[in-house]
């Protein structure tokens, strides 16, 4: 589907309630399906990822049911059935990287696969681990499909060289079936919900600093309220910053500081924006966000500030096009693993609206402030957050931008156009 995006000439106005933390929704029907008992979950996303990790659970003997469009009931025996066919984990990377974790220590075998995109991500940062675990699991040269024979884990001690949420929770996740200790090490801090919900559901779980230690545990049924993602809210937030005449509150917004990277370079780049109204949901901090047009100088983004922005960076290119000066993202090359090469992708596609942007091998080097012009046609490369930056740049692009493949959105942020609209009125 190709999407039109035009200049917008009277800035972004009012208050939006951002929707359900993708991050967050995973790990609530994952851990709930491993619970013994019903658990409530309110204010599960649309997107078309988390609803992945709901339908490999239901073929792992759960059940469900949708009192509304966000809210379930999930029921489970506390343990996991064996499937009866493979599972199908679409386009998402932490449906396959955290399952493989919860399947590694199971009583039967069982198979992971994906769309083209997700069969072409590297699992060997999953595979290595496990194996280290006891784990026993054939892949096709370390990409998915990933075959999995359930057999009884040892609990290891791990120094992962990367930092990041999806090996840390897999592994933490095996650490709940294994025997003896599980204790994992991260260079920096990545997210931390697989930590908060599972303390949260009764699991012998700590953190030291980068290190978390887990031991065999049984979870317990809860209520589980979702706040809404910051990395929805990341493009409201660039958009508001970046649009002259905007004044925009975000409502409902994990404010969880191993996802606040965005806010804290917002900050060094001189941005207008306020934190309302800070509350604990569910463990995790939330609040309201409100923000102003700024005027933006560029900054350095590199080190331990990475993973708490990881999925911002292409978002945050387009902020970096309005910001005085040079901006340089470096120790990201990670990115070149996500749903698409975003490093490449990202310097393509913004360079055909006419940014000034060069690729590195673990970033970008951005010179603003640069209008942008459009008047172009721009791809999505099957990536959902690429097609939303490409939306946030259109907004302020002389003439319209025409994105090809903007279905993608759908993937983490179906409402996406409609809460934008809702701004334009
Ligand atoms: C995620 C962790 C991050 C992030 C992804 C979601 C998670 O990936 O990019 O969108 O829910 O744990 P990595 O762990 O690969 O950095």
Known sequence: MQKIVNKNLNGLKGEVTIPSDKSISHRAVMFASLAKGTS?????SKGEDPHSSLKVCYSLGIEYEFINDTTL?????????????????????????????????QKFNSTLIGDASLSKRPMKRVIEPLSLMGAKINSNENKAPLEIF?????????????????????????????????IFTEPYTSRNHTEIMLKYMGAEIYTDKNTTTIEKSQLEAKEIEICGDISSAAFFIVAA?????????LKNVGLNPTRT????????MGANIKILDKR?????????????????????????????????LPVIAVLATQAQGTTIVKDAQDLRNKESDRIKAVVNELKKIGADIEETPDGFIINGKKELIGD???????????????????????????INGFEWVDISFPEFEKLFTQLQL
């Open 261 to 268: 990277g965005i806010l804290e370079v917002a900050e060094k």
């Open 241 to 249: 910053l970046i649009v002259p005449n905007s004044k925009v509150i």
């Open 150 to 182: 359930g057999t009884q884990l040892e609990g290891i001690k791990y120094n992962s060289k990367l930092a990041s949420a999806q090996v840390k929770s897999c592994i933490l996740l095996a650490g709940l079936f294994a025997q003896g200790k599980t």
């Open 280 to 312: 604990i949901l569910a463990g995790e901090e939330v609040g309201d966000i409100e923000i102003c047009s700024s005027d933006l100088k560029a900054c350095t983004i590199e080190g331990e500030i990475i993973p708490k922005l990881i999925d911002e």
């Open 40 to 44: 409530l979950i309110k204010n599960f």
């Open 376 to 402: 172009v046609e721009v791809e999505t490369y099957h990536d959902h957050r690429l097609a939303m930056s490409l939306y946030v740049a259109g907004l302020i692009s002389q003439k319209p931008v025409a």
């Open 73 to 105: 009931k999930l029921t489970s025996t506390g343990i996991l059935k064996a499937p009866i066919k493979d599972l199908d984990c679409g386009n998402s990377g932490t449906t396959m990287r955290l399952m493989s974790g919860i399947l590694a220590g």
